[in-house]
């Protein structure tokens, strides 16, 4: 049996057999956004995903923002004073069921993104953006 084979020459290369993996315990909870002004992200985000700000005041310079329809993780846009200044080391990569890529694009550009090069070649089948403040984010092709 090639399993059996596969365990026992690990077993004489000194790799051993290998324990399972605990099963996962952790889960995305919230996205914590820097903003220079956090109510114009705000607005942007909540129109971009759908969401709506929870609560009617801003709560110690945080602004958080909640899915219309319970889907997705919150998100709290967090008053900084400092602007962007460096690509993100971690982004969000968006897919728009029942819409193309391109009208999804359009749609968020109107909504105040703007294209973003990172770095990515002409013949990606994503494209980048970025929001008001500069946070770069993706927008994947169908499928």
């Known amino acids: 049996m090639l399993v059996s084979g596969f365990t026992t020459a690990l077993a004489y290369l000194g790799a051993g057999p290998q324990e399972e993996s605990p099963p996962m315990t952790l889960s995305v909870a919230q996205i914590a956004l820097d903003a220079v002004d956090p109510r114009r992200l705000a607005e942007f985000w909540?129109?971009?995903?759908?969401?709506?700000?929870?609560?009617e005041e801003e709560e110690e310079g945080v602004i958080s923002l909640v899915p219309e329809n319970g889907d997705g993780p919150p998100i709290d846009?967090?008053?900084?004073?400092?602007?962007?200044?460096?690509?993100?080391?971690?982004?969000?990569?968006?897919?728009?069921?029942?819409?193309?890529?391109?009208?999804?694009?359009?749609?968020?550009?109107?909504?105040?993104?703007?294209?973003?090069?990172?770095?990515?070649?002409?013949?990606?089948?994503?494209?980048?953006?970025?929001?008001?403040?500069?946070?770069e984010?993706?927008?994947l092709g169908t499928g």
Not at 46 to 55: F, H, M, P, W
Not at 88 to 94: G, K
Not at 103 to 131: F, H, I, K, N, S
Request: glycine residues 8%; charged residues 25%.
């Open 137 to 139: 984010f993706c927008i």
């Open 77 to 135: 846009i967090l008053a900084v004073p400092e602007h962007k200044s460096v690509k993100n080391r971690l982004h969000l990569d968006l897919r728009a069921p029942g819409s193309t890529a391109s009208e999804e694009v359009r749609r968020l550009l109107d909504l105040g993104a703007v294209r973003a090069d990172v770095g990515q070649g002409p013949d990606v089948t994503w494209t980048v953006l970025a929001d008001p403040e500069g946070n």
């Open 46 to 55: 909540t129109q971009a995903l759908n969401y709506r700000i929870d609560g």
